[in-house]
């Protein structure tokens, strides 16, 4: 399936900004990259914890591709501080759209992995949403998917898949599940899951936007080092859906896309090429 990127003439209308958070390494700063070179009218906001890494980073993309200047600038940016996220967002005025890619990955408590991957990614939306202009991409997982699957209890996957799940109802849901250590290995999926109802539920407050989750695939990073990914960043796809959901000319609104920029069911897996997932619901 292809999918055509909305490119308008550079010197024709003002370069349309994206935020992308965690961007100094790995599929962030692939994201950032391929929306430099391949979204001609675009402008990307590097958002980085750290200032030093994210001025880095900003001068590796510039050095590969001298072209991006003037398109590109570092944006200091933690997550999990409300006052962090307020003093970034101070500092932009609007935002064509917002990809909250910054997260960690495997090996830690619930609790732990829900502070970045969930209400980190809350937390930037509703300090920038009020800017944003067109779009918003989550970066989720095919975690999310196989979490759900695994659930035993029927009431329990509708509750992750449903799009009525109030956040205050699923953050209480949250507060149980950290409540317990992580003997399971549940908090990566569960964090996505959760990610995947934030979504819908800024989609149903925000209907004029765009507002969708993806998977960038199981790509070789910092999180995911000695699990099996074999492809780097550089080497992957991670940037397709990404770029489909911030720029394409059909995106939908409140769904999850696999890393093929294909609709993907929240409650089973569906690998990159599988016929598209077909629902009134979700």
Excluded at 226 to 239: F, I, L, R, V, Y
Aim: some cysteine; overall charge negative.
């Amino acid at each position: 399936m292809r999918h055509t990127l909305l490119l308008l003439p550079t010197m024709a209308a003002a370069l349309r900004k994206v935020l992308v958070t965690g961007a100094n390494k790995g599929i962030g700063k692939r994201i950032a990259t391929k929306l430099l070179t391949d979204v001609e009218d675009s402008f990307v906001y590097l958002g980085a914890r750290d200032a030093g890494r994210g001025a880095a980073a900003v001068a590796d993309i510039l050095a590969e591709h001298p072209e991006a200047a003037g398109r590109l600038e570092l944006l200091e940016l933690d997550t999990e501080s409300d006052a962090s996220v307020k003093a970034a967002a101070e500092k932009v005025d609007s935002l064509w759209g917002l990809c909250n890619n910054a997260g960690v990955g495997f090996g830690r408590s619930i609790a732990d992995t829900l502070s970045p991957n969930y209400y980190g990614s809350k937390r930037v939306c509703e300090a920038f949403l009020p800017k944003v202009e067109s779009r918003i991409c989550n970066i989720g997982s095919a975690s999310a998917p196989n979490f759900v699957s695994g659930l035993g209890d029927a009431s329990l996957k509708a509750f992750f898949t449903s799009s009525e799940t109030s956040l205050e109802d699923l953050e209480k849901k949250l507060d149980e599940y950290s409540a317990a250590p992580d003997y399971e290995g549940v908090a990566y999926g569960l964090s996505k899951a959760s990610l995947h109802v934030l979504t819908m539920q800024l989609q149903k407050a925000h209907p004029a936007l765009h507002i969708n989750t993806c998977s960038p695939g199981y790509v070789l990073t910092d999180l995911t080092a000695g699990m099996g990914a074999s492809k780097t960043p550089e080497q992957s796809n991670c940037h397709v859906a990404p770029l489909h959901i911030l720029f394409g000319d059909d995106v939908a609104h409140g769904w999850y896309y696999g890393s093929d920029a294909v609709r993907s069911p929240l409650d089973v897996y569906r690998g990159p090429g599988d016929p598209p997932y077909e629902s009134d619901t979700w």
